[in-house]
Nanobody, 130 residues
Framework: QAQLEESGGGLIQVGDSLTLSCATR????????MGWFRQAPGKEREFVAA????????FYADSVKGRFTISRDAAKNTVYLQMNSLKPDDTAVYFC???????????????????????WGQGTQVTVSS
């Protein structure tokens, strides 16, 4: 059974908005970090955004800052990625990730590293058409 369940991907037009969601059924500590990474065809997986449950701090890649917003619903153990003003360069498979096992990441540096996360979703395709 998957630890992280993603939804919300699809085919959209340039300038449109889309929201991804990622839920975990696992018991969480309340100090963990959940984030989003993406991988475009022929490119390496890269950090997009992250949310730390304990501090409420958010972290963003420069390429999405001001356009994407990460948020959470603590009651649902769900993190959302609201994506606005989408561009063709945003086309990628988006992966949700979480550091469910302690010690937990709480800062910007670790939130941006893939090695921080011990649980990953299957990925959801986002295609931005021009």
């Amino acid at each position: 059974q998957a630890q992280l369940e993603e939804s919300g991907g699809g085919l959209i037009q340039v300038g449109d908005s889309l929201t991804l969601s990622c839920a975990t059924r696992e018991r969480t500590s309340g100090s963990h970090t959940m984030g989003w990474f993406r991988q475009a065809p022929g490119k390496e997986r890269e950090f997009v955004a992250a949310f730390n449950w304990g501090t409420g701090m958010t972290f963003y890649a420069d390429s999405v800052k001001g356009r994407f917003t990460i948020s959470r619903d603590a009651a649902k153990n769900t993190v959302y990625l609201q994506m606005n003003s989408l561009k063709p360069d945003d086309t990628a498979v988006y992966f949700c990730a979480a550091d469910l096992s302690p010690p937990h990441c709480s800062g910007s540096g670790c939130a941006r590293r893939q090695s921080t996360y011990d649980s990953w979703g299957q990925g959801t395709q986002v295609t931005v058409s021009s």
